[in-house]
């Protein structure tokens, strides 16, 4: 079975930090574009950041400077440091892998997600 298992949320006080980790099973993801998401309660999920294979890396402006994604490809697993964080950050974080057949997604998996609260 083909899964992606996030872990490392909790409450964190503001300016504080945390680290998000994305462990994929069930196949290699290397070729894939590996990304962290979030969604806040009456918000639409939004984009946090994204590594590709080639490891070049995309972040939000609004954690551009916070927020550093990477990936371990040997064991499958992708990271989010969160640094400085604000009570804006608040959401459910949620680990995606999205493989292209050129400019098409050929597959797009979903962990089921991990609650950050930033709250003091």
């Known amino acids: 079975q083909v899964q992606l298992v996030e872990s490392g949320g909790g409450l964190v006080q503001p300016g504080g930090s945390l680290r998000l980790s994305c462990v994929a099973s069930?196949?290699?993801?290397?070729?894939?574009?590996m990304g962290w998401y979030r969604q806040a309660p009456g918000k639409q999920r939004e984009l946090v950041a994204k590594?590709?294979?080639?490891?070049?890396?995309n972040n939000a402006d609004s954690v551009k400077g916070r927020f550093t994604i990477s990936r371990d490809n040997a064991k499958n697993t992708v990271y989010l440091q969160m640094s400085i964080l604000k009570p804006e950050d608040t959401a459910v974080y949620y680990c995606n892998a999205r493989r292209y057949y050129l400019t098409i997604v050929a597959r797009d998996l979903w962990g089921q997600g991990t609650q950050v609260t930033v709250s003091s």
């Open positions: 590594i590709t294979r080639g490891g070049v890396t």
């Open positions: 069930g196949d290699t993801f290397s070729k894939d574009t």
